[in-house]
């Protein structure tokens, strides 16, 4: 009897210095997508000795600056080109990790049903962070809309169009607030995961979207400092398991779709 109490509370201490021994790893992540995704994977991530503590943020910029500053280890949620063009503008040196996932960016309306109905003059709100906004208005042009001097710049705005035939007008505004002016504006272009958080369906409520081709792979990203510790790299394996492939196909039903 003894032997066994002696085994068990051997059992006990072992399992309590193995839990005392998982790193903690802090990451941001804006709430649909990516924090669902980390979710998921924390049971796996807390098996291989890493306890995952995820801190849901609903804009572009704290992520960025709290990762830059160490009182974050990563964040999950953003573009390369958003990251370049923030690095650039902060002058930070956060780097990429792996890619995850593409969420193709949309146009949405509640004015009007198709992009041939959008009138002279017409008001489109489009977000007002360089590469997003490079990105809704690269996708206007590609749908002949518009015409940029540079069909190519990622970080482009207003002042960059070339031809703007119908005289629409442009309304800037953050990511965030893009979806409670939709009853606002004559077309909306919104990131996927607000509109997926404002209950919008991108692979049946967009009027333009872009394909799957997309260039615009979200990211995990951290510091040259950290980006390959054993913790960051196990959480990169997660992200990019068969879980959460298969996870993200069945969710979301193309409007996040895998990278990987």
């Known amino acids: 009897m003894k032997k066994v109490l002696l085994f068990t509370a051997l059992a006990a201490a072992l399992t309590a210095g193995l839990a005392q021994a998982n790193e903690k790893l802090v990451v941001a992540a804006t709430p649909i997508p990516h924090a669902e995704i980390l979710e998921l994977i924390k049971p796996t991530l807390a098996k291989e000795g890493v306890d995952l503590d995820i801190k849901v943020f609903t804009d572009y910029v704290q992520p960025n600056v709290q990762v830059a500053e160490k009182r974050l280890d990563a964040n999950y949620f953003q573009t390369l080109p958003y990251l370049e063009s923030f690095n650039k503008g902060k002058g930070t040196n956060l780097v990429t990790v792996v890619g995850v996932h593409v969420e193709p960016f949309g146009g949405y309306s509640k004015k009007v049903k198709n992009l041939s109905e959008l009138k002279d003059g017409a008001t489109i709100a489009i977000p007002n962070e360089g590469s997003n906004s490079g990105r809704a208005l690269i996708l206007l042009q590609k749908a002949g809309l518009i015409e940029l001097k540079d069909p190519t710049n990622a970080v482009a705005t207003p002042k960059d169009i070339a031809k703007n035939p119908h ?7 953050e990511s965030a607030l893009l979806p409670r002016v939709l009853d606002q504006v004559d077309l909306d ?3 996927t995961n607000y509109a997926l958080e404002a209950g919008l369906n991108p692979a049946k409520d967009a009027l333009i979207i872009e394909g799957s081709d997309s ?13 390959d510790s054993d913790a960051i790299q196990k959480l990169s394996k997660a992200l990019t398991s068969p879980e959460v492939k298969a996870f ?5 039903q193309g409007a996040v779709v895998p990278a990987f």
Do not use: C, S, T
């Not at 005289?167 to 505004?173: A, I, M, S, T, V």
């Not at 993200?248 to 979301?252: R, S």
């Open 248 to 252: 993200i196909e069945k969710k979301y």
């Open 189 to 191: 272009m919104i990131n």
């Open 215 to 227: 260039p615009y792979v979200n990211f995990l990203v951290a510091r040259p400092d950290n980006k």
């Open 167 to 173: 005289n629409f007008k442009f309304k800037e505004l």
